[in-house]
């Protein structure tokens, strides 16, 4: 993740939608203040700073994401989402990023979760968050993360009522690359269940230069073209 998240085309997309985000609600205000809680490698945080955002904090609960955000000189501590009330107490943000973390918590984990977000936020701050979508996507990346689920839009508008929040928008992203991905992935787990192995690997890895520059125009076009599209691999909501 450390060695393709400033490069890979699905980050690139993830973290510009994250950062016009920020830059349509707070517009010519660099100033804010952003979490990005379950930062990974901190591959977004160093996009935030690039992009001109210098007041920007993050958190993992892995000591191996701590110390690679740290190489980005980044400041990143350790902690748990399931422990996110006492990250930091009394400190509040404008803008709170949780980009595809949620997936690892059950329902009441993610409405405390939601919950003390609510509460850290600025008057006028928003949440952003981005999830893995349709159980039908699942594959052998799902298996090598462990992640125990995938969400669609009726999931995360009712963790936003139960916990306060009002849902600014949400919608689906990765459209067209949605049923290649659904064949590779049966495919995956068709050999897997054959072939069962411990060592089912992540499909974060980058592609040749060529492929990867192919597929982030693509998305790219993708994006100007379907504002909200009827399903998609990835699920992108912001909420305040």
């Not at 609510?118 to 799902?142: K, Q, V, W, Y």
């Not at 125990?148 to 459209?175: E, I």
């Not at 072939?195 to 100007?224: G, M, Y």
């Amino acid at each position: 993740m450390y060695q393709v998240e400033r490069k890979l085309w699905w980050y690139r997309i993830l973290h510009g939608k994250v950062i016009r985000q920020i830059q349509t609600h707070f517009p010519d205000n660099k100033s804010v203040r952003i979490l990005d809680a379950g930062c990974g490698t901190g591959g977004l945080l160093d996009a935030l700073r690039q992009a001109g955002y210098p007041q920007i904090v993050g958190f993992d609960a892995s000591s191996d994401a701590v110390f690679f955000s740290r190489e980005r000189q980044i400041a990143v501590e350790q902690h748990d989402l399931r422990a996110v009330s006492t990250f930091r107490p009394g400190e509040t943000f404008d803008v709170i990023i949780c980009d595809d973390v949620l997936y690892f918590f059950n329902d009441e984990q993610i409405r405390y979760i939601l919950s003390v977000f609510r509460e850290r936020l600025r008057p006028g701050g928003i949440f952003i968050s981005n999830n893995n979508a349709f159980s039908a996507l699942r594959g052998t990346h799902d298996i090598a993360l462990n992640i125990s689920r995938r969400f669609v839009k009726a999931d995360l508008n009712q963790f936003a009522r139960q916990t306060g929040f009002a849902l600014n928008q949400s919608f689906y992203w990765n459209f067209l690359l949605s049923v290649p991905i659904w064949f590779l992935r049966k495919l995956q787990l068709l050999v897997w269940r054959f072939n069962p192995s411990p060592s089912v690997h992540s499909d974060v890895k980058l592609p040749p230069i060529w492929l990867n520059t192919l597929v982030l125009k693509f998305l790219q076009a993708e994006e100007r073209l379907f504002r909200n599209p009827p399903f998609g691999s990835s699920l992108f909501t912001v909420m305040h």
